[in-house]
């Protein structure tokens, strides 16, 4: 039977409704149930206490983007964390986070050095800076790794001077730094958010260039053997870092490679690749690891092995031998053409009567596939 609300209780409720939760008025209303209660109170238009109240405004406009969330709290002590940075976020502020909370070098990517251009050729591969989260966070510089990649986090933990934690993960482990200092020096570097295949080259002065690329490295390339135990130094990304990487090899070394493009997806996205082999690839692992002070554990000991491999110098064919493969590749058996070039290998013998653009096989019609042979094959 419904039980008619007294001039008390409604006093009561309009005194109470407006500022404590539903939950607390069912104490003072032990008569009544939570959905009675409610009933009740809307029936009298009154406003719930869950709603933010204009003084609760004002002093989250006057105090948010200065006060941590444990002063606010003790300011708005009816709001959880939670829903202080929610009403933060409709409000449209922002928590400065210029200074981190943690310990962190913040001055670090202001002034070059090669362990500043070795991180920052990671972090243009690997990290990445992310925009604050509705929580009204500062930017932030994030890193995220295999677990067994996790030393190169704590090198760079070291580096920054930085008290943040490495989040450790079932299968990858994070590291986060929130400061906007140090996210709109790296912006003026040239790091974007999402800058995932379209990265823009930082002005790197030119003895730190090594280090830079060595970062990139470590990020997305990667040191492989074959069976003969040959090394192969390869790397993947963006069109203007991979065309860097070539520019620099070449320019310094006179090493080119061709650069291979890839689609990466169907939004037409294309990813860039570019490799080196045998000694040139020893050439470049030496140059950018040896004696370096800041690198991923595990590319630094494959680095090692590739230091320590001894590789046959390929002799150049002589003018004589060239002339006699213009002169008998086409026309004369494969045991021949061995006993004319005495310590050749049939495959090597290939390979330079191809770069001198003479084919056992003339290609007479290329649409129909149609071959024909000029001389004897094997």
Not at 129 to 158: C, W
Not at 248 to 270: A, D, M
Request: hydrophobic share 35%; aromatic share 10%; charged share 30%.
């Amino acid at each position: 039977m419904y039980k008619h609300w007294s001039k008390k209780e409604v006093s009561d409720l309009k005194k109470y409704y407006p500022v404590l939760r539903v939950k607390d008025l069912a104490k003072i209303f032990p008569n009544r149930t939570k959905a009675t209660i409610v009933a009740k109170a809307m029936s009298l238009e009154l406003p719930s206490a869950k709603l933010w109240q204009p003084n609760e405004n004002k002093i989250l406009k006057k105090h948010f983007c200065e006060l941590c969330i444990a002063k606010l709290q003790k300011l708005l002590p009816r709001r959880s964390k939670i829903a202080i940075w929610a009403q933060g976020e409709r409000l449209g502020l922002k928590q400065n986070r210029n200074h981190s909370r943690l310990a962190v070098n913040e001055n670090y990517f202001k002034k070059w050095s090669a362990n500043m251009a070795y991180i920052l050729g990671y972090i243009l591969s690997d990290g990445c800076i992310g925009e604050g989260t509705y929580k009204g966070y500062s930017d932030a510089l994030k890193f995220g790794v295999q677990k067994r990649d996790t030393d190169i986090l704590e090198k760079i933990k070291k580096e920054l001077s930085s008290k943040h934690k490495i989040s450790l993960c079932k299968i990858a482990n994070h590291f986060t730094i929130t400061n906007q200092t140090i996210v709109n020096d790296l912006k003026k570097l040239g790091i974007k958010y999402r800058k995932s295949l379209r990265e823009d080259i930082p002005n790197v002065p030119k003895k730190y260039i090594k280090d830079f690329i060595r970062g990139i490295f470590d990020g997305d390339g990667s040191i492989s053997f074959n069976k003969g135990n040959y090394p192969t130094l390869s790397v993947c990304g963006g069109e203007n870092t991979i065309t860097f990487i070539q520019n620099h090899f070449l320019s310094k070394f006179n090493i080119n490679s061709k650069i291979t493009k890839v689609k990466k997806n169907e939004r037409c996205q294309f990813l860039f690749y570019v490799a080196y082999r045998a000694n040139t690839a020893k050439t470049l692992i030496k140059y950018l690891y040896e004696n370096a002070e800041l690198y991923l554990e595990r590319k630094y000991k494959l680095a090692q092995k590739a230091f320590n491999i001894k590789i046959k110098i390929r002799k150049n064919y002589t003018n004589e031998e060239k002339q006699i493969i213009r002169r008998f590749y086409k026309s004369t058996p494969k045991d021949k053409m061995l006993s004319l070039l005495p310590g050749r290998k049939w495959s090597a013998v290939q390979g330079e009567a191809h770069s001198l653009g003479i084919h056992k096989y003339n290609i007479i019609n290329k649409n129909k596939n149609d071959f024909t042979t000029s001389g004897e094959s094997d």
